[in-house]
């Protein structure tokens, strides 16, 4: 019988079993990717938990121990520890599938653009609700990644995580969506209001939009930049 201490581990292991799955498929196979997928899973995750921990102690956010398993490192409960790891497998597994069907890079001329759409809102919200954590340090953090990406890497694959961010989102709030109570009695994880907008999606906090693009921009990025390195020896002609 399915226990509610369970739910959140439940939501882990549901959003990443089908593109583990589909990992294997022969006409797009996303286990090629691996030995680089988990470098720019792990990379993002240490910084995420890190930031996680800080802000749990701080109360800006918390978790339900009715949807937990109660093992913890830490203040941060083992689900979400996986959260880091399961999560980002979905979302970049989605970005690569969504390469494979959609030739066409609708979004690529567009990509300058919706950058500095974002960087101005970003960082102008960030800036002006500087005194509530969560909007402030998540607004800014994403403003200056993308900045670093436009003038420093300028990549050509963000129009691509663009298109694909739409796609992304879907599961992404249903998985949000129940976390922050959406169809069942409490909140499995909790947020204060003082320190963010107030500004909800459903259940979902605005912010979480944008914590999970920095998230899963940094996992793609990283994936990116790894596979497109020039091995040592092939640049020193061995």
């Known amino acids: 019988?399915?226990?509610?201490?369970?739910?959140?581990?439940?939501?882990?292991?549901?959003?990443i079993s089908l593109p583990l799955i589909y990992s294997f498929y022969s006409a797009a196979?996303?286990?090629?990717?691996?030995?680089?997928?988990?470098?720019?899973?792990?990379?993002?995750?240490?910084?995420?938990?890190?930031?996680?921990?800080?802000?749990?102690?701080?109360?800006?956010?918390?978790?339900?121990?009715?949807?937990?398993?109660?093992?913890?490192?830490g203040s941060l409960p083992i689900e979400e520890i996986l959260f880091f790891i399961c999560i980002p497998y979905a979302c970049v597994f989605t970005y690569h599938a969504m390469n494979y069907l959609v030739k066409k890079d609708w979004f690529g001329p567009?990509?300058?653009?919706?950058?500095?759409?974002?960087?101005?809102?970003?960082?102008?919200?960030?800036?002006?609700?500087?005194?509530?954590?969560?909007?402030?340090?998540?607004?800014?953090?994403?403003?200056?990644?993308?900045?670093?990406?436009q003038f420093v890497i300028k990549p050509a694959y963000l129009g691509r995580f663009y298109f694909a961010y739409f796609f992304i989102l879907i599961p992404f709030f249903i998985v949000n969506g129940i976390l922050t109570g959406s169809f069942i009695d409490e909140q499995v994880?909790?947020?204060?209001?003082?320190?963010?907008?107030?500004?909800?999606?459903g259940t979902i906090?605005?912010?979480?939009?944008?914590?999970?693009?920095?998230?899963?921009?940094?996992?793609?990025?990283?994936?990116?930049?790894?596979?497109k390195r020039k091995p040592i020896a092939a640049s020193d002609g061995h």
């Open 1 to 15: 019988m399915f226990s509610e201490n369970y739910l959140y581990l439940w939501l882990d292991i549901l959003s």
């Open 29 to 73: 196979p996303f286990y090629k990717r691996w030995k680089h997928l988990w470098i720019a899973i792990a990379i993002p995750a240490a910084f995420f938990i890190v930031w996680d921990e800080w802000f749990t102690q701080m109360g800006v956010w918390g978790f339900n121990p009715r949807y937990l398993s109660g093992i913890y490192i």
């Open 110 to 149: 567009y990509a300058k653009s919706i950058s500095w759409v974002l960087i101005i809102m970003l960082m102008t919200v960030g800036v002006l609700n500087i005194t509530k954590w969560y909007t402030g340090v998540t607004f800014i953090l994403l403003a200056v990644y993308l900045l670093v990406l």
């Open 189 to 201: 994880v909790w947020y204060n209001d003082s320190v963010n907008l107030g500004i909800r999606m």
């Open 205 to 227: 906090p605005f912010e979480d939009t944008f914590y999970g693009m920095l998230l899963i921009l940094m996992n793609v990025s990283i994936l990116e930049w790894l596979e």
